[in-house]
Structures are given as C-alpha cells and as structure tokens.
C-alpha cells in the first residue's frame, strides 16, 4: 500500500523543539521531490519546507528558515521536519507530501 505516514507531534512551549517524522511505504521516497505543508485553523495549507530528489536541494517559507530543518534517511525511507525555536504562529497541522499523496497530518501545538 502506498502511504506516508507523519509522527512527532505535540505540545511544546515556545522556544522549543520537535522534530516531526514521516515514513514512506509502497515507494521510494528518494525518488521524488518531498515537502512539508501546514495548515492553522482558519487558513490555507502553505508549503514550509522542501527537499529535491536530485542533490537534496533544500528550500523554506521566508516564516521558518533559519528555524527549521527538512532533511531524508534513505536507509529507512523517512524525510524529517526538525523544528527549533518554535512560535506560538507554527500552531498547525503538519503534512507530509510526495506527488499526488498526503500523510494524514500530525498536530503541532505551540503554547505556554
């Protein structure tokens, strides 16, 4: 079955970390293009973070760079989303994408 599936979510204080996760199966994730999206209540999914297939070439939203760290494991199939001097403004939910497939999401609540 062809699916990703995100975890890592949570509640964490602002100022600080989580590290969000997303396994493939069914693919090849190092074959495609993958990116991190998110969505807050209210708003539009927006496109956060990036990483190519060829060279893992990194891209970010002007909102997180410097911040936030998109990385992959081939060995396990896995892209990462590492999340660092969270703001109560990250408050969403947090979607894994490949072409024409969404994980389910994992909710990132940041508050004190």
């Known amino acids: 079955q062809v699916q990703l599936v995100e975890s890592g979510g949570g509640l964490v204080q602002p100022g600080g970390s989580l590290t969000l996760s997303c396994a493939a199966s069914?693919?090849?994730?190092?074959?495609?293009?993958m990116d991190w999206y998110r969505q807050a209540p209210g708003k539009e999914r927006e496109l956060v973070a990036r990483?190519?297939?060829?060279?893992?070439?990194?891209n970010y939203a002007d909102s997180v760079k410097g911040r936030f760290t998109i990385s992959r494991d081939h060995a396990k199939n896995a892209v990462y989303l590492q999340m660092n001097s969270l703001k109560p403004e990250d408050t969403a939910v947090y979607y894994c994408?490949?072409?024409?497939?969404w994980g389910q999401g994992t909710q990132v609540t940041v508050s004190s």
């Open positions: 990483i190519s297939s060829v060279g893992g070439v990194t």
């Open positions: 994408h490949a072409p024409a497939l």
């Open positions: 069914g693919f090849t994730l190092s074959s495609y293009t």
